[in-house]
Every structure is written in structure tokens, then in C-alpha cells.
């Protein structure tokens, strides 16, 4: 790694300067310009690179991340990509999602970045709020099937050349009903919120699937 940023950046001097001669020529053809092309975005499958700019329309993705919340529910656990994401008392019923802040799902975050699309479906388990037990298999993969990414800004909004990352992909666990959502970080060319410089963006949790059980 040191040879590497030597050669990118101004050569070493003093008893190692044939090894630092050897190690530039080498960059020369396959280094500086291979590093940077790595932080260009995420690949398909078959090797091309997905910057999801305006140009790439529709936008896509082979990479999210994930999590997780569950609402008037006992004994919550979801498993996803050989993780167990929450696990939940089973004596004590979780608090409803209005009861814990009109705001909660618009201000969630996922913190499981990094998920290659797609690992085996999500395992739930639950009991709602009248106790009945519920175990639940939700496909993330087929729900996002065509690898799109969900999002409500119009293509003529969306700021020109810029990339966009991976989107993060939220499994709420509500009572009897489990939705999944996703949202995206979109620059947007003009501000969202007026006279606000720093509010050029949307990202809004954008409803995919939902199913009552």
C-alpha cells in the first residue's frame, strides 16, 4: 500500500529508489488509473459498471443496504443475509409506531450496508398483538426483481452526472403487517425545501410491498 501511494503521488528517494523505479512502471499501465476506476460505483453481474447517473435511466442497483424495525409486536426476530438483525423480548409487546414518534419511519436509518443483491429471503418471526404467533419468509429479491431503484423524483429533477449509491432497504414489522421500503439519497437540481441551499436531495422512504397476515 505505501509503494502504491509513493508511486501515485511522487516517488521515494534514498537506498529503495530501484524497487520505487519498478514499482512505478508497473502503475504506469495498470495502477493510479485501476485504483480509481474501483471507486467508480458497483458492477453487474457480468462486470459493468452501474454509476446510476441521469444517463443510466432507469436507476439501478447490486448492492443495499438493511434494517429493521418491528411495532406492537412480541418476540420480533428477522434474519437476513446470515445475520440475526433483531431479536425482541418475548414477554414484553414493543411499543406502537404511533406511540413512538409520529416521525419514526421517515427517520430510520439502516445500518447493514454492503448486502450483494440477493441473499436467501428474510426469515421473520413474530406474535402480534393478540398473541398469535406468525413465521414468515419475505423475498426481497422478488419484490425488487428488476433491480430498479424506488423513487418518486422525476428523471428532469435529478441533478445531471452525479452518482448515486446504494439504496437502503427497511423490513417494518407492524402488528399483523410487515412492508418493506426503500429509499434512496437523490441530488436534486433544484433546493427541496425553498431558500434552503442544503436541502438539494430527496430521500424518501418509498413503500415497495406490504402484506397483512
Known sequence: MDAQHTA????????????????VASLTTTGCQGMAD?????????????????????LKFVQHSFGVRCYSTYG???????????????????????????????????GYIGVRNFPDPARVSWRSKDGVRHDEQVDIGAIFADQLIVHEVPRDEISEGVSIWDPGILLVVDDRTI????????????????????????????LAWSRRY
Open 76 to 110: 420480533c426476530t428477522v434474519d437476513y443475509n446470515g445475520f440475526r438483525h433483531v431479536s425482541h423480548s418475548e414477554d414484553q409487546l414493543r411499543p406502537a409506531l404511533s406511540d413512538v414518534h409520529p416521525d419514526a419511519l421517515k427517520n430510520a436509518s439502516v
Open 38 to 58: 474501483t471507486r467508480q460505483g458497483p458492477t453487474t453481474a457480468d462486470g459493468r459498471r452501474i454509476d446510476n447517473t441521469v444517463a443510466d435511466w432507469p
Open 8 to 23: 501515485c503521488g511522487g516517488g521515494r528517494r534514498g537506498s529503495r529508489r530501484i524497487i520505487a523505479t519498478l514499482v
Open 179 to 206: 412492508s418493506v421500503y426503500m429509499r434512496a439519497f437523490i441530488p436534486t437540481k433544484a433546493p427541496q425545501i425553498p431558500g434552503n441551499p442544503r436541502s438539494t436531495h430527496r430521500d424518501d422512504w418509498v
